[in-house]
């Protein structure tokens, strides 16, 4: 039978198709193996197990700072540092790269492997201002803030028409007009030179007037600019009200307690504090200055000198140096200093004595280690009538060259160069917002000035009381230059490292029969507590405008407009950062919201037009893009917390909800998130340390 020659072939190739199988069984797992785990540089001589081990010894030595990975900026050049301080253990980077548009991009052009002290410049955009992520051979990610400001980039769906020309359809709309949109991130933070879609249900406010799209319309921003409400630098709580009216019986202080000092003791140092002086009833002091030469008229960049610390409210007080602000200012001769019943013609608002003006004033004062005051003024009213506006006052002092400067919302008014000088560092005085004198003792005329205890039964002193309301108080232990002042009053934190109080005025936790207003730079040190003299705190918003606090800045979304719309208009704040854990493990965190009270727990009405309105508030908890919370103060009696294991810092994001009916009078609104740590047992503010703002 004669054979077929195909048959031969055919076998071969069968041959060959068993032998590829074989090889394909065998390999297959291995490219398997390989892909499902993390590709490190190390893996063809270490075992999973000994990865593991070295990258967690890896993440250990740098947590403790072994090396010291910093970031650093000079002009536009962003460097990465690396510093030893101890044995030297070689690091090996695969990646360092930067964040923009929406994706990791390579900061750095080749792996290198660090084995001492090292500067890397990197390569970024001028100015960016994020985040630097590195990636090591063993698998860890490492994340640092470019930018030192602490809290969270904070958007509301709000936008204005800022320049130009911007078009909805054919109708312009002029600078000034309010879209609100009807969910967030409907639009760019940052609306030009392009066609955008407002979906149906956008309120559009012009010239006061107020209309709804009834169906999606284009936005043309050719010619001109839209811009998002945002600040960078929020933390919570986000509220629309304050802890109460400061005056010489209602006031903030630090305690004697043995896990704090009375005040953090400071040479150079900057004050800023937000406020909004009143004198109704005529019971805010002027600023009085008692100067041990001729009286000058009042000036801007002049020292003066007195032996006496100068009168008036002072809106806060580090121990060594006040912001004051008075109803009138007066430089007269140091003779008669703290006896101003035989001063010029009397007592304040008493008969021939220094009289307030119903016009307002600011200055700045530092006690020197020769238990003198230097003080600089403006000269120029801060406003006139029942009520200054609202307003930013910082004061900051450097101990090097002894300068000394005083700023009104972002701008400079008054400085001077007294050459280097130490303050006083008085330990026994208290740290105070709202007053710095717990009487009128004539210890003031030596030159010392008392501070007070914030929880003690006394009334402050009205001579150096403020009359108003007060919202954040910052201090920081350097002096900071002018450029960072203007970013405080954009809404950001600068330098938040070197805060070492940060009161939001805007959280009061009740401990027994004390109120506590807690330091979120560092909890638990330097906090302050009502004094219970004759007044304690009150939930309630002073104003008659819708003002949302919840960072280093008001953001002011739309005074008296959204009060008196004709439509019910919800507004939503996003809140986004890199969220820090103090130490490894399980957090239990809890969401607050404002609750349909009639009164503060004063008794105090909140609002100025009486009784609150009860606003409905909805809050949705995102980490790492996972949602985790979702409530509503509505649902009372739900359960508002979550738990979560924090091990390295993750992206949270919030977004908090509440609506405002038609013709909404004195809305309370509220939302606060805090955590339980390992170990404590009750739960706490999350501190500016633990919240990093995300910036493109």
Same mark, same amino acid.
């Given at each position: 039978m004669a054979r077929n020659p195909l048959n031969k072939g055919q076998a071969i190739v069968i041959l060959g198709l068993v032998l590829l199988l074989m090889i394909f069984i065998t390999i297959i797992p291995l490219l398997l193996t390989v892909g499902l785990n993390p590709v490190?540089?190390?893996?063809?001589?270490?075992?999973?197990?000994?990865?593991?081990?070295?990258?967690?010894?890896?993440?250990?030595?740098?947590e403790e700072g072994n090396p010291e990975i910093t970031v650093s900026t000079q002009g536009d050049a962003v460097y990465l540092n690396f510093n030893y301080f101890g044995q030297i253990t070689p690091i090996t980077i695969d990646h360092i790269l930067y964040y923009s548009n929406g994706q990791w991009k390579p900061a750095y052009p080749s792996n290198i492997t660090v084995s001492g002290d090292t500067t890397l410049s990197l390569y970024v955009p001028p100015g960016y201002q994020g985040f630097i992520d590195i990636v090591t051979d063993l698998g860890n990610s490492l994340y640092l803030p470019v930018s030192t400001a602490g809290g969270l980039t904070t958007?509301?769906?709000?936008? =204005?028409?800022?320049?130009?020309? %911007?078009?909805?359809?054919?109708?312009? +709309? $002029?600078? *000034? /007009? &309010?879209?609100?949109?009807?969910?967030? =991130?409907?639009?760019?933070?940052? %609306?030009?030179?392009?066609?955008?879609? +407002? $979906?149906? *249900? /956008? &309120?559009i406010i012009k010239n006061g007037n107020e209309s709804i799209l009834s169906a999606p319309q284009e936005l043309n921003t050719t010619n001109g600019v839209v811009i998002q409400k945002c600040f960078t630098s929020g933390w919570y709580p986000i509220s629309n009200f304050l802890t109460g009216y400061q005056s010489d019986n209602d006031y903030t202080g630090t305690v004697i307690s043995p896990n704090s000092p009375n005040n953090p003791s400071l040479q150079s140092q900057t004050l800023v504090q937000w406020f909004i002086a009143s004198d109704n009833p005529g019971n805010l002091e002027p600023i009085v200055i008692h100067v041990t030469n001729n009286p000058q008229p009042p000036s801007n960049n002049v020292n003066y000198l007195s032996n006496t610390p100068p009168e008036g409210g002072y809106i806060v007080w580090s121990g060594d140096a006040g912001l004051i602000v008075g109803s009138g200012l007066i430089v007269v001769n140091g003779s008669n200093a703290g006896n101003l019943g035989n001063g010029p013609g009397g007592t304040p608002h008493g008969p021939g004595g220094p009289q307030p003006s119903n016009t307002y004033y600011l200055a700045f004062t530092v006690q020197l280690k020769n238990g003198s005051w230097e003080t600089?003024?403006?000269?120029?009213?801060?406003?006139?009538?029942?009520?200054?506006?609202?307003?930013?006052?910082?004061?900051?002092?450097?101990?090097?060259?002894?300068?000394?400067?005083?700023?009104i919302n972002d701008t400079l008014v008054s400085t001077v160069k007294l050459g280097s000088l130490q303050v006083n560092n008085t330990l026994s005085a208290f740290m105070d917002a709202g007053s710095a004198s717990n009487s009128t003792s004539t210890s003031t005329t030596t030159g010392y000035l008392n501070g007070i205890e914030g929880n003690v039964n006394t009334a402050g002193s009205q001579q150096y009381s403020f009359n108003g309301i007060l919202g954040p108080t910052i201090i920081y232990d350097v002096s900071l230059p002018g450029s960072e002042i203007q970013e405080i009053y954009q809404g950001k934190i600068p330098s938040s490292q070197d805060v070492v109080v940060l009161w939001s005025q805007n959280m009061v936790l009740q401990i027994g029969g004390a109120y506590k207003v807690p330091n979120l730079a560092d909890p638990g040190l330097f906090d302050g507590y009502w004094g219970l003299g004759a007044g304690i705190p009150t939930d309630f918003s002073p104003f008659s405008d819708i003002i949302i606090w919840g960072g280093g800045a008001p953001v002011i979304l739309n005074p008296n407009i959204l009060l008196n719309s004709n439509q019910q208009i919800n507004i939503t704040i996003e809140s986004q950062g890199l969220l820090t854990p103090i130490v490894p493990g399980y957090y239990k965190f809890v969401v607050n919201f404002s609750d349909p009270i009639n009164t503060g727990p004063g008794g105090t009405p909140p609002g100025p037009g009486g009784t609150p309105g009860y606003v409905p508030e909805y809050v949705t908890v995102y980490i790492n893009g996972e949602k985790i919370y979702e409530g509503t103060n509505e649902?009372?009696?739900?359960?508002?917390?979550?738990?979560?294991?924090?091990?390295?810092?993750?992206?949270?994001?919030?977004?908090f909800t509440f609506t405002l009916a038609s013709h909404q009078q004195n809305p309370e609104i509220y939302f606060n998130l805090m955590w339980m740590p390992p170990g404590s047992t009750s739960f706490e503010p999350i501190p500016l340390s633990s919240l990093t703002p995300f910036f493109e």
């Open positions: 490190y540089s190390k893996q063809s001589t270490l075992s999973y197990s000994q990865l593991l081990s070295q990258k967690n010894l890896q993440l250990l030595e740098i958007c509301a769906n709000i936008y =204005n028409v800022s320049s130009g020309e %911007v078009y909805l359809g054919t109708q312009l +709309l $002029p600078v *000034g /007009t &309010i879209i609100i949109t009807p969910q967030p =991130n409907q639009l760019p933070n940052l %609306v030009h030179g392009i066609d955008a879609t +407002l $979906p149906k *249900g /956008t &309120i600089i003024v403006d000269p120029k009213p801060i406003g006139q009538g029942q009520e200054s506006p609202l307003t930013l006052a910082v004061g900051s002092y450097d101990e090097g060259s002894g300068t000394m400067s005083l700023y649902n009372h009696g739900s359960i508002n917390t979550f738990n979560y294991y924090l091990s390295q810092p993750v992206n949270i994001t919030t977004y």
